[in-house]
Nanobody, 123 residues
Framework: QVQLVESGGGLVQAGGSLRLSCAAS??????LGWFRQAPGKEREFVAV????????SYSDSVKGRFTISRDNAKNTVYLQMNSLNPDDTAVYYC??????????????????WGQGTQVTVSS
């Protein structure tokens, strides 16, 4: 059974930075991704990284500001978020797949989800 536990969320002022972490247990050879969901909106793709860290992909809204990385020795994926703005306010979720295929930006492509961590950016 795969378990994903996010941490690192909080309240930050616009222009600030946060680093989210997601600790994975169980199947750890799969790509890991980050999504976010703002109040009243659908869950949206943020970034994904493959197992070897050789491939990353970002949504246009975070490209150049966010960086996804992973430490396989710690079974952990990170999301470094810089230059945050109020539009980044959301619950951030970690997700992974049942196999090694690199998923895209759709929620249905991911099989396991964490419980989420709240990020609030004040103006």
């Amino acid at each position: 059974q795969v378990q994903l536990v996010e941490s690192g969320g909080g309240l930050v002022q616009a222009g600030g930075s946060l680093r989210l972490s997601c600790a994975a247990s169980g199947r750890t050879f799969s790509p890991l991704g980050w999504f976010r969901q703002a109040p009243g909106k659908e869950r949206e793709f943020v970034a994904v990284i493959n197992w070897s860290s050789s491939i990353t992909s970002y949504s246009d809204s975070v490209k150049g500001r966010f960086t996804i990385s992973r430490d396989n020795a710690k079974n952990t994926v990170y999301l470094q978020m810089n230059s945050l703005n109020p539009d980044d306010t959301a619950v951030y979720y970690c997700a992974t797949t049942k196999d090694k295929r690199l998923p895209g930006s759709q929620t249905y492509e991911y099989d396991y989800w964490g419980q989420g961590t709240q990020v609030t950016v004040s103006s």
